[in-house]
């Protein structure tokens, strides 16, 4: 488990911006393991009362496949992948996000840390993963 979260600080820290920083922890079927404030900001879910939430549930419609394919090419190259989608929590908020597969934990459940923004100003009209995505960019993951 230690090198989980230490995958996890090296992540935050090579992400390169500080402020405002959106972070969740999923699995591939989006159910939400883990959520800092700042996502929880964004989503609207300081009063949440359900127990499991399943971030696809505020993906914008038309950009659910988009982040699902997002998390299906990170976990199968082992790299970070990008994903570009609206959340919504009342009204939309465009996110900038990379999603990072990381290492199996002792669950054996495949887990994804979701990194990233809110763009403001910028709304995504339509599904973009991998439109802005230079793949000699891409970094692997331990």
């Excluded at 989980?4 to 922890?25: E, P």
């Excluded at 919504?88 to 990194?115: A, E, M, T, W």
Aim: charged share 20%.
């Amino acid at each position: 488990m230690a090198n989980l979260w230490n995958q996890v600080r090296t992540i935050i820290n090579n992400y390169g911006k500080s402020k405002d920083i959106l972070l969740s922890l999923i699995d591939k079927e989006g159910n939400l393991y883990s959520i800092n404030t700042e996502m929880r900001r964004v989503l609207d879910l300081f009063s949440a009362d359900k127990k499991k939430i399943n971030l696809f549930d505020h993906v914008q419609v038309e950009h659910v496949n988009s982040f699902k394919n997002s998390i299906r090419i990170s976990e199968e190259t082992m790299n970070f992948y990008p994903a570009r989608l609206n959340v919504k929590n009342g009204h939309y908020h465009p996110l900038r996000l990379q999603v990072h597969p990381l290492p199996f934990s002792d669950s054996q459940k495949q887990l994804f840390l979701c990194i990233g923004n809110e763009v403001m100003g910028q709304p995504v009209s339509q599904p973009e993963a991998a439109a802005t995505h230079n793949k000699s960019s891409a970094h692997k993951c331990a």
